[in-house]
């Protein structure tokens, strides 16, 4: 399983040396959350600072859009170092152009789902697809608890990946710690972000490698 630390959990006013201190752990990529305050009820960052953390690191920058109308910083957000673009199905752009688009830009392209949406909704869009996110908290704050109730759908997905030979991996975000994180592999997820749980480990080195070690 790779691991994708969530920054909103770092200290921003110090937020260089919080990344490099994700980089000392062994972890995968950077997971960065954008809120927009309407598709979900707080803010965080926009590509200015997206720009700034590309600056100093090379870790693949995981950018998770959760904005009501994300197609119109596709390019914003390229030009700032994202390498992948994360809608949510339930957003209010047209996915189809918008993850065409996402491709034309040279990056990764990944849908998300909120708790309440069923794995199908993602169905239709799998051969466009990198990843998809299945949030296992309501997205918006960070500390929230796992929803385990959230696995068959993870394991849905999988399925519908194998059956339909598709190179798509699978992320879960929401509550993950190194109990949590076993319930994920073992339903299907290969990916897993981790914010408070990580960051807040006395050995994230240690945590990252316990989360490489499942299958």
Same mark, same amino acid.
């Given at each position: ?13 110090? &937020? ?5 201190r994700?980089?000392?752990?062994g ?21 200015p ?5 590309? @600056? ?17 910083? &596709? ?5 700032? =170092?994202?390498?992948?673009?994360n ?7 047209? &996915?189809?152009?918008?993850l065409?688009?996402? @491709? ?13 949406t ?20 309501e997205?918006?704050f ?14 849905? *997905?999988?399925?519908? *990946? ?5 190179a ?22 290969d990916i897993?972000v981790? =914010?408070s749980?990580?960051? =807040? ?15």
């Open positions: 399983m790779k691991v994708a630390p969530s920054i909103l959990t770092c200290d921003f006013a110090h &937020l260089a040396g919080e990344i490099k994700i980089e000392a752990s972890a995968d990529m950077l997971h960065l959350d954008v809120m927009d305050g309407v598709f979900v009820p707080n803010l965080s960052f926009g590509p600072v997206i720009e700034r953390i590309r @600056r100093v690191t090379g870790l693949f920058l995981d950018v998770h859009l959760m904005m009501a109308y994300p197609d119109r910083l &596709l390019e914003a957000f390229a030009s700032a =170092g994202a390498d992948s673009l809608l949510h199905v339930e957003c209010d752009s047209p &996915l189809g152009p918008a065409e688009k996402i @491709r034309s830009l040279g990056l990764k392209s990944a849908l998300t789902l909120k708790p309440g069923p794995a199908e909704a993602v169905f239709p869009y799998l051969d466009q697809l990198d990843m998809v996110l299945v949030m296992t908290v997205p918006g960070g500390g929230q608890k796992f929803m385990a109730e959230m696995m068959p759908k993870v394991t849905a *997905i999988r399925e519908e *990946i194998h059956r339909r030979n598709l798509v991996s699978l992320q879960v975000d929401g509550g993950v710690n190194r109990q949590t994180a076993v319930q994920a592999a073992k339903a299907g997820a897993a981790a =914010g749980a990580l960051l =807040g480990d006395p050995d994230p080195r240690s945590f990252v490698e316990a989360l490489h070690a499942l299958s």
